[in-house]
């Protein structure tokens, strides 16, 4: 496979941006090689520079549930833009998408929309402290919620410990508020509420995709649902990657436990930058200007954003057995995988959850980031470098999660696991 382009590309790159990439996971550090360039997306198929065609297991990191260049999302931006890109004042789609995610989610009495996940998370983290009057909120080693100062937490050893700055140019001052605790551990979350009365909430991957696919216990949530009513925390679903992917009406809708927020993202903007985050409404009063805590965004509620979105959910509830068939094709995926692994003596841990999907090379069941991060980097490397060569595009980290959209099909998902098959032979 040639690609000369994406290393003109690339190098080029690297003299005007820096690491060549606008996004650090892009860059292929974890993975070795260099990044592709790509020049167009048609369904399943990413095209690179050089004319390679991969079957896209990524999807843009989960928005395009329906694939590149989807012909009704298309045409609602398309006629969007005819409108104008952005006013700066109130439009009726932004409503309109409003009260879709609000009948689709149990926990939304309502919602306001900005242009990122991490925005998303960075406004319901100040609007969940300023409905309580506390400071400190609780993380999870290995769940990401964007890369804001006071999120970006080093992992701690212990059971929880207070968090320090993971990133230089991130004041300690900033992530002093933030306690860490264990993911599916419930006992690191009680330790975090005995060593403060003062946490304002608790936010949670309710199906992590940051550390690999890893989902939380039942029980778990439960739990944490219960510690945080009994001390007065708000309970946050970050669901930026994994709302509308995994299910149609929200990770609470599978494990049973409702939390007081949720942040959203990816499939609501429809493959255009988008984020929003809603929940009860006596937290969602607080929001300026009817309450006290202040947010805004020029671009938030973008109408060409609002325009895809529509389409992507409304698409979505029209035809909610989609993600019957999107799970049958990730399982039937994940079990090759694992067949073939097997068959070379290669140690693999799968899960799937809806359109979801991730898998480890690692001889125990992950269930947290330690787990996570026990697996065999380096043969992950080399499978990733393998199944791209033969046409496949995998999230460049075994730390991500990969996506199944409406147009892979399932004689794709067949070449997928014969590749896979030869690939983990020579490894």
């Known amino acids: 496979m040639k690609i000369e382009a994406s290393l003109k590309a690339f190098e080029e790159a690297q003299q ?21 360039f790509i020049e167009r997306g048609e369904g399943a198929y990413l095209v690179d520079l050089d004319g390679n065609r991969y079957v896209d297991y990524v999807q843009s990191w989960g928005p395009l549930i329906f694939g590149h260049r989807d012909e009704a999302i298309e045409n609602a931006v398309c006629d969007a833009v005819r409108h104008g890109l952005s006013f700066g004042a109130p439009t009726l789609s932004e409503s309109e998408l409003a009260k879709e995610v609000i009948s689709l989610f149990d926990s939304i009495d309502r919602v306001r929309f900005v242009s990122s996940g991490t925005e998303a998370v960075m406004s319901a983290i100040r609007l969940a402290r300023g409905y309580t009057g506390r400071d400190d909120i609780v993380k999870f080693e290995g769940c990401y919620h964007g890369h ?21 140019g991130v004041p300690a001052d900033f992530t002093k508020h933030t306690l860490l605790a264990k ?7 009680r330790k975090c509420f005995e060593d403060s009365d003062n946490v304002a909430c608790v936010i949670i991957e309710p199906i992590a995709g ?23 925390a708000v309970l946050i679903f970050d669901e930026v990657m994994s709302g509308f992917r995994a299910t149609l009406h ?11 927020m949720v942040t959203l993202g990816k499939v609501i903007g429809g493959g255009m930058p988008v984020g929003a985050f809603g929940g009860r409404a006596e937290i969602m009063a607080q929001l300026s200007p009817e309450g006290p805590v202040y947010q805004a965004g020029t671009l938030s509620g973008n109408p060409v954003a609002m325009a895809a979105g529509i389409t992507a959910v409304r698409k979505l509830r029209q035809n909610a057995k989609v993600y019957s068939v999107l799970e049958a094709r990730a399982k039937r995926l994940m079990e090759g995988f694992r067949a073939a692994a097997d068959k070379h003596g290669i140690p693999l841990q799968t899960d799937v959850r809806g359109s979801m999907f991730g898998f480890f090379f690692n001889d125990r069941p992950v269930r947290n980031f330690d787990d996570a991060a026990a697996s065999d980097l380096d043969r992950f490397a080399k499978f990733h470098a ?21 147009a892979i099909t399932d004689e794709m998902v067949e070449r997928t696991i014969a590749a896979a098959d030869e690939v983990m032979g020579s490894l």
């Open 148 to 168: 804001s100062d006071s999120l970006l937490v080093q992992a701690g050893s212990g059971l929880a410990t207070f968090g320090n700055p993971s990133s230089p």
């Open 183 to 189: 993911y599916n551990d419930i006992e690191s979350v």
């Open 386 to 406: 393998g199944m791209l060569d033969k046409g496949f595009y995998f999230a460049c980290s075994q730390f991500e999660t990969g996506f199944i959209c409406t």
């Open 210 to 232: 940051n550390m690999g696919l890893v989902p939380a216990d039942k029980e778990f949530l439960a739990a944490l649902r219960t510690l945080c009513d009994t001390h007065g």
């Open 16 to 36: 005007l941006i820096p690491g060549g990439v606008d996004s650090p996971v892009r860059a292929f550090k974890s993975v070795g090689g260099t990044p592709l």
């Open 250 to 260: 929200g990770a609470e809708s599978i494990t049973g436990t409702t939390p007081d």
